[in-house]
């Protein structure tokens, strides 16, 4: 049974800093390509990080690049998301998805395995 288990979120002012992690279980980590995506109230999923299966190819969406940082320990089966200088408009729930293969898209269908989620508040 493939799992997907998030972390990291919580309250955290304008300015600040979170690091999400997302530890799996049940499948070959390093054989995956790995996402995070996130979701605000009212709104569609969307995309926000992604990293290829041996880690050297990251994506980023627009809105998070040079604040946020994707990065996996395929020793640890985890994913990390660190998250810096973080805006009210970051408030959403995080999730993280496994996407066994190669490639690291950007789009949610392309992804077989997802997290419950974690939820990020900024306030301003």
């Known amino acids: 049974q493939v799992q997907l288990v998030e972390s990291g979120g919580g309250l955290v002012q304008a300015g600040g800093s979170l690091r999400l992690s997302c530890v799996t279980s049940?499948?070959?980590?390093?054989?995956?390509?790995m996402g995070w995506f996130r979701q605000a109230p009212g709104k569609e999923r969307e995309f926000v990080a992604a990293?290829?299966?041996?880690?050297?190819?990251?994506l980023y969406a627009d809105s998070v690049k040079d604040r946020f940082t994707i990065s996996r320990d395929n020793a640890k089966n985890t994913v990390y998301l660190q998250m810096n200088s973080l805006k009210p408009e970051d408030t959403a729930v995080y999730y993280c998805?496994?996407?066994?293969?190669?490639?690291?898209?950007?789009?949610?269908?392309?992804?077989?395995?997802w997290g419950q989620g974690t939820r990020v508040t900024v306030s301003s």
């Open positions: 998805a496994a996407r066994q293969g190669a490639g690291a898209p950007t789009l949610p269908f392309l992804y077989g395995y």
């Open positions: 990293i290829s299966r041996s880690g050297p190819s990251t």
């Open positions: 049940g499948l070959t980590f390093s054989g995956s390509g």
